[in-house]
């Protein structure tokens, strides 16, 4: 399973969610779910990896590559923009946004995939 997120360093609501999806993958750990980041800003690329080291979060950092066809998963240019793949690679959840009030629903989507339920 991945959880998918497309970002970049300047984006507050993007900085917003973050300690709330870790709060949830730091559950799953050791379970079968990969977390990816998705930096759609690539000038600010050199920040990345300090924002990754400072922040001690956990997902795989990659670059949105300008005219890759994202097929389902298409952020329109938009950030924050989630989706929930199952172990298949397909869209199960999409358009949600996580934050202190919710981490629970996202928390239930992920052990609903997990547990092999769709």
């Keep these: 399973m991945v959880l998918l997120t497309y970002w970049f360093p300047g984006c507050g609501p993007c900085r917003g969610e973050f300690p709330h999806f870790e709060n949830v993958v730091r559950k799953f750990k050791g379970q079968a779910l990969s977390y990816v980041g998705i930096n759609i ?3 600010q690329n050199d920040y990345v990896i300090p924002f990754m080291k400072s922040s ?3 997902f ?3 670059e949105d590559v300008k005219g890759r066809d994202k097929g389902n998963m ?4 938009a950030a924050p923009v989630n989706f929930l ?3 298949e690679g397909r869209v199960i ?3 949600f946004r996580t934050d202190g009030d919710n981490e629970d629903e996202l928390e239930l989507m992920i052990s609903t995939l997990l547990a092999g339920k769709k």
Excluded: M
């Design 41 to 43: 800003v690539s000038s």
């Design 56 to 58: 001690g979060y956990s």
């Design 60 to 62: 795989t950092p990659l």
């Design 74 to 77: 298409d952020n329109r240019g």
């Design 85 to 87: 793949l199952d172990r």
């Design 93 to 95: 959840f999409s358009d």
